[in-house]
């Protein structure tokens, strides 16, 4: 098993360009989150995905929208990129009906730079 | 106040010793927590689980003090293997399956 993948590894844009992280696990877990990572600070949640078809805005959602094409993948859009958004983005996922349903698996991040 | 709140260190120790760390939660109906590791530039990912009896696995001891609201992570006999970042993730009541994260303890290993 991959566990839970992230494409791409690293991009760079242009203030106002768009762009999509795509993330896919095989886990078969229900929820999917999205978070960013910024120096001195915690993970902060953008959005999850309770479910397969339901989506909910996190901490952090302004500038962001995403989609949950299927119980596999949830992919991230920043339509209009600001320096703001300078960031590691890391997509995870977790299977609340487990008995280890809080524990979360991360995939490998993307880095994003916005200039 | 932050929901999590942890010692960014750096906690610089010699092979072989014992580093113990701390961190402090905010919501006293928070009742699952975690030890995340991160090493430089990765993910992180799932130290161990803590217990309300505590817990050990391995060189790894972690405790939770739920009168005084505050998670601890005791390292023995450390490996150069164990210098990384160890993220205090707390779960948000009432926040199905939410997760609030610390901002990290960064433990360095020296030879």
Redesign the interface.
């Known amino acids: 098993n991959a566990g839970v993948t992230q494409t791409p590894k690293f991009q760079v844009l242009k203030t106002g360009q768009s762009m999509t992280l795509q993330c896919a696990q095989d886990m078969n877990h229900n929820?999917m989150?999205w978070?960013r990572q910024d120096p001195?600070?915690?993970?902060?949640?953008i959005y999850?995905s309770?479910s397969e078809g339901t989506t909910d805005k996190?901490e952090v959602p302004n500038g962001y929208n995403v989609s949950r094409l299927n119980k596999r993948e949830f992919s991230l859009r920043l339509e209009s990129a600001a320096p703001s958004q300078t960031s590691v983005y890391?997509c995870a996922s977790?299977d609340?009906g487990l008995a280890?349903?809080?524990?979360?698996?991360?995939?490998?991040?993307t880095?994003l730079t916005v200039l | 106040r932050?929901e999590?709140e942890q010692d960014?260190g750096p906690f610089n120790v010699p092979e072989g010793a014992t580093v113990a760390f701390n961190c402090t939660y905010s919501n006293s109906a928070s009742q699952?927590f975690?030890w995340y590791r991160q090493d430089c530039?990765?993910?992180?990912?799932?130290l161990m689980?803590v217990y309300s009896s505590g817990n050990e696995d391995g060189r790894f001891t972690a405790q939770l003090n739920r009168a005084s609201q505050y998670i601890s992570l005791l390292i023995r006999d450390s490996k150069l293997s164990d210098s990384a970042t160890y993220?205090c993730v707390v779960?948000r009541p009432l926040n199905?399956?939410?997760?609030?994260?610390?901002?990290?303890t960064t433990v360095t290993v020296r030879a």
């Open positions: 929820s989150y978070y001195g600070m915690g993970l902060r949640l999850y309770a996190g890391f977790s609340p280890s349903g809080d524990t979360q698996y991360f995939g490998p991040g880095r | 932050k999590v960014p699952s975690f530039r990765k993910e992180p990912k799932l689980s993220l779960n199905d399956y939410k997760l609030s994260f610390g901002a990290g």
